[in-house]
């Protein structure tokens, strides 16, 4: 077994898991407090664009992952769109835009979709990073969630690198600390106030 296929499976396994915890944590909690609807509405839209990637350039751990993924982040937008927290004609119009584009571009250059992908894809975690910087309350945050995406995004790193395609690595150098950021700043917004009231 190489190295490819090694990274690429526990990549893929944590790309399936990853964003469940999110997707239980909002629909059992019925909040979406602290989360930044921009960034799965980034999600919804660079999501697509790595799958036809995956598909395009017969990558199977890619394709996996990121169908899975797409599948969740329509979950957490249902949400979103239920609890007021972003308008219903975004995601629509976000969806069939991308889904025009990658259709068209797959057939046209593979490699011009895996860069929308990275291009649109790579920053989708940066505005949950920026809510985490502004507030405490990040309830709805799942800690487990982000620490796999972290592990994950470690996971693809490798795998990129193992296969010589930087449009699978490199987005991952940011993934990686924000995903780690957010998670520590999830798992604090709910022990530190605990913690400064008993002392």
């Known amino acids: 077994m190489t190295l490819s296929n090694i990274a690429g499976t526990v990549a893929t396994m944590l790309g399936v898991a ?4 999110q997707v239980i944590r909002v629909y059992a909690r019925q909040s979406v407090e602290g989360i930044a609807p921009s960034a799965h509405l980034i999600g919804l839209i660079g999501t697509p664009m790595w799958f036809t990637y995956a598909l395009t350039t017969d990558s199977m751990p890619m394709t ?3 169908l899975n993924i797409e599948i969740a982040i329509i979950a957490l937008m249902a949400m979103l769109v239920r609890k007021k927290a972003t308008p219903l004609w975004k995601p629509v119009v976000a969806s069939i835009l991308t889904v025009v584009f990658c259709v068209t571009f797959a057939f046209v250059s593979p490699t011009v979709v895996g ?3 990275v291009l649109i894809g790579t920053p989708a975690i940066l505005p ?3 809510r985490a910087i502004r507030t405490e309350h990040l309830h709805g945050v ?3 969630s982000n ?3 972290a592990s994950m995004g470690a996971g693809w790193f490798v795998y990129g690198l193992s296969i010589g395609d930087p449009v699978v690595s490199y987005p991952n150098l940011v993934l990686v ?3 780690s950021y957010i998670a ?3 798992w604090r917004s709910r022990h530190v106030p605990l913690a400064v009231a008993a002392v």
């Open 184 to 186: 520590w700043r999830a």
């Open 18 to 21: 990853f964003i469940w915890p």
């Open 128 to 130: 949950q990073v920026w």
């Open 142 to 144: 799942s800690v487990a």
């Open 64 to 66: 996996l992952s990121n």
């Open 115 to 117: 860069m929308a992908g």
């Open 177 to 179: 600390p924000s995903a």
């Open 147 to 149: 620490v796999l995406l």
